[in-house]
Nanobody, 123 residues
Framework: EVQLVESGGGLVQPGGSLTVSCAAS????????IGWFRQAPGKEREEVSC????????YNTDYVRDRFTISHDKAKNTVYLEMNNLEPEDTGVYYC????????????????WGQGTQVTVSS
C-alpha cells in the first residue's frame, strides 16, 4: 500500500533554514510525482513545490521561488524540501502528496497524502 510519512519539522528563527523529508513506501518515484503543500492555522491548504516522476523536473510557486528546493534521493525513496531564508509567513503544517499523473498545483489531483509535519518560524 502507498504510504507517505513527513518528518523534520520544528521551530526556526526568521532567516533560518530547515529541511523536511517525505519517506515513501509502496511505490517508486518513477510512478508518482511528489508535491509539497502547507496549511497555516485558519487558512486553506496551499501549494509549495513539486517534483515530476521519472525525469525529476522541479517546480516552485512564486511565493517560495529561489528560497525552497525540492529534491529526490531515489536510493532512500525519500523526497526533501530544503527551506532557506524562512519567514513567519512560511509557518504551517507541511504535507507531501503523490500524483500518478504529473505535477499540479491542484490538491485534488493528488492520490495519496502524508499526515504532515509542523514548521514554525518565529523569534
Amino acid at each position: 500500500e502507498v504510504q507517505l510519512v513527513e518528518s523534520g519539522g520544528g521551530l526556526v528563527q526568521p532567516g533560518g533554514s530547515l529541511t523536511v523529508s517525505c519517506a515513501a513506501s509502496g511505490f517508486t518515484f518513477d510512478e508518482y510525482a511528489i508535491g509539497w503543500f502547507r496549511q497555516a492555522p485558519g487558512k486553506e491548504r496551499e501549494e509549495v513545490s513539486c517534483i515530476s516522476r521519472v525525469d525529476g523536473i522541479t517546480y516552485n510557486t512564486d511565493y517560495v521561488r529561489d528560497r525552497f528546493t525540492i529534491s529526490h534521493d531515489k536510493a532512500k525513496n525519500t523526497v526533501y524540501l530544503e527551506m532557506n531564508n524562512l519567514e513567519p509567513e512560511d509557518t504551517g503544517v507541511y504535507y507531501c502528496a503523490a500524483s500518478a499523473s504529473k505535477c499540479s498545483w491542484d490538491a485534488d489531483g493528488y492520490d495519496y497524502w502524508g499526515q504532515g509535519t509542523q514548521v514554525t518560524v518565529s523569534s
